[in-house]
């Protein structure tokens, strides 16, 4: 047995007799902690929750919570005998009670055996729901039944909270506030999470650890801050679309040459061999803009994206590469302008395959 | 196949064996030997059997499709005096069986029949009988049937028209056509898979009909299955036409599985549950309108009704020689306890599926309900011959009593047999009520600790509740009608309204039949009326 609170050893999901996650290991530490899976829509990640909560079987591996075996090869533990709380995407809740019966049905659960470190009351105040709490599932809005069901889970205090997507259906403009709340609940109550999303800010605002799942396999579990900036594959860099891979060739421990941006400075995460021929991540924030400098590319696209635009420029080898701008910069380029970048060009972070 | 074995699964298992048994029974008939009869027949009447049949068939289709289709289009798209009325009062037909209704369009058009006594109060004396047109033989026996069964075209397809786009019918008016031009180039064909349902049915119910067609005396398959096994004692030749008639049902019973699938379609769409505003009729049209769907509902209600009522009141004797407490208290014995049984199984099977998830017990299943569309005479006789044959086996080899009685005329064996009739009804209903509940409902249930067992009683009874009351309705209104099982698996002397009416008119004393016809009638308009909000899907039930 490990020290983890939550440990995945060697799973293959399956569901249907058909594999969509293999070999996935990965733990949560210490309880009360948050993770996020991120991948693309159909992936398995939703396949993952459902076999954690119990619901799916495995055939090969385990699935180990605070020292005892919930699923193995051998065991299985029914779903009602692990305190674990799943809020499904869609709507899960119970038909023919109002919204206040459907939590309180999940707050029977939690009857004598934990503290409630966050009340009914608050969960329901946080969530904003207090005003629809006599309707039924039917006359609510699907992001209310989202946030109903997520106040479900929450009550039952269990052991492990698996959140599917849990707020895909709340309005964008209502979604970071929600964010805010759901992570000050999630704190305050010491529930281990697992949360399952496709949208990388959110898992990377809420979760200390994100697994990436793509291609039937988990490809990196890691802070988010070490996914966002040191992928460690070129299908990470892909699935965060985040910048772009340039033919570059090492020159020394600590500088690179790319035909189009000249020398490149900067920490390599991974030691190459001098004289190597790699592909060199290039972010947008990684590049600077500068009108004065003489290093100029014609401006292809930009996308104002509110607080910055992003830049898309061609270098003479047709390579297109992402610039990011402040949007309060003094002026703007058009499609068809040269735009400058700043040398010498240094990057914290060099990460290349 | 048993991967998700329990407790649930082996019930659910039991249940479709159990169901299916009867269409097994029919089938192994082809291997067993027969009388002498089977050679008779073959060379004498079996090729009327056939042809009556589908001659029948045929024209109560066209009959049921014309009365059906019409009133539906009228109610659904126009405003005319009583429409709202005519929308559920069309569905009153069905309270009227076929065989009630020949008795009353005999009694009303034979000789010095009700027809002729009216004549004569308006005209006095005369010699009327000869202008008096006479509906029997086949004739008879096509508007019986029509006039009681087309409301199944009628509910579908005002379903249908009902939940049909708005924008499509916005369509024809944009592309400048009539009114007729859009009924028969979108409205019609956007219906076509709810009608072929309903004409499917309505197709089932004829080859399966009993009363009328013996009352009019057409000898048809239906009849002939019950004639070899009543009068020569034949059941393996009675299950040998059976399982010819069942073969073609089985036909229609894709057919309609099919359509209906289709029909759903339709009835999902978000558009379709638009409202559509009504047209108000003015002037002739609006009396044309009204006049067709009048005389439907005279036709095929007022009429039976108002015939059996009169006998009633001009042979009060009748209402006096029968124990209507003893008719009554039986009819609804046999309904409660069938009722019951019914919705505990179906709900026991409905949630073994849901929960095993298996697929040959999903296909097990949709084959044991299949017993909607045997005729209730094969049936009785699959029962009875299954029984024997069980019955042999266990003295023979295991040196068991008889075990006959207990399920030949008795009250177990009648509710054995309406359970396999009307299993589908039941099985259905619920079904279509547990479609409603998201799988992940089931899921949240068990992982806030509820148990498989809890989770059906607090979860999904509760949300069953009013489908398990139209389940209740509907089967109830269905046994009362019901005739040959009834007829050939009573006890001794264990009478219901629709037994002691046959037993009366077959004995040619239709003047007795109208109090147990009246009864019956009445009582299931009763039913009638109160599930006609379901059966219409007001509220999109």
Redesign the interface.
Known sequence: MSNNFFEVKNVDFKVGGKTKVANVSFAIENEGDVICLLGPSGIGKTTILRTIAGLEKIKKGSIELNGSILSSEKKNLEPEDRNISLAFQENSLFPHYTVEKNILLGAERNKGKKDHQVSLQEIIELLDISLILNKYPHEISAGEAQRVSLARSLVTQPDLLLLDEPLSNVDQSFKEEIQEKLKKILKSSKITTIIVTHDSYEAFYLGSKCGIILNQELKQFDDPYNVYHLPNSIEVVNFLNRGTLIPAEVTSPKSLENKDLGTITGNFIKPFPIGSKVKLLVQPEDLHHDDKSNLKFEVVDRKFRGTNFIYTLKTPSNTLIPVFVHSHHIHQHEVDEKFGIKRPIHIDHIVCF | MFRNFNVWFLSSLLISIFVSIPILTVFTSFFEDTSNYYQILKDTFLFEYISNSFVLLFCVLIFTFLIGTGSAYLVSFFEFPLSNFFKWALILSFAVPPYIYAYSLTAFFENYGTAFTILKNLFGDGNYNNNIPKFDGMFGAILSISFSLYAYVYILARASFLYQSQNLIDLGKNLGFSKFKSFYKIILPAARPAIVAGLSLVAMETLAEFGAVDFFSINTLTTGIYNSWITFDDLAFANRISSFLLLFIFSLFIIENLSRKKAKYHFNTRDGLKQKEKIKLYGSRSFLAFTFCFSIFFLSFLFPLSQMLYWTIKFPENLFDLQITNLLLNTLYLVLLSSLVLIFFSLISNYGNRVSKNKTLNTLSTLSISGYAIPGVILAIAFITFIAWFDDSIVKYLGFTSIKKIFIGSILGLVLVYFIRFYSLAFNGIKSGYE???I??D?????????KRKTFMN?HI??LRNSLLFIIILVSLEIIRELPITLILRPFNFETFATTAYISASEDLLEAAAVPSLFLILIASLFIIISSKYILRENNE
């Open positions: 409603k509940i998201n992940s409902v899921e949240s249930a068990y992982l806030l600790g509820y148990s979860i509760p949300f």
